[in-house]
């Protein structure tokens, strides 16, 4: 993970940043599903703001760059993270 992203943060938006961000890998490694993809090598997430709710990924694997947005809220003590190809 990106560490600066949670630069100037306070430690509960450290830790709910980090979250979004875990499960911003998590759902386009699953969406993807193919063997060799590494989060810190071939996911990226443009930085954003956790009042923004959305947000902006890619994915470079296999000379291949792919574009995705993500949404992300949270119910309660927990985070809900899902993630869409952008084919425009």
């Known amino acids: 993970m990106d560490v600066k992203h949670l630069a ?9 940043k980090a979250t979004v961000i875990w499960g911003v890998k998590e759902s ?4 993807k599903n193919e063997k060799g ?4 090598k ?9 009042g923004d ?3 902006k990924a ?3 694997f296999n000379n ?3 574009d995705y947005d993500f949404r992300f809220e949270f ?5 809900l993270v899902c993630a869409f190809e952008n084919k425009e």
């Open 64 to 66: 291949c760059l792919e």
């Open 8 to 16: 100037n943060l306070n430690q509960e938006d450290k830790i709910k």
């Open 28 to 31: 386009i490694f699953k969406i």
């Open 37 to 40: 993809i590494s989060f810190p």
């Open 58 to 60: 890619q994915l470079k």
């Open 42 to 50: 071939h996911i990226f997430e443009d930085d954003f703001h956790l």
């Open 75 to 79: 119910i309660e003590n927990y985070a």
């Open 53 to 55: 709710t959305l947000g």
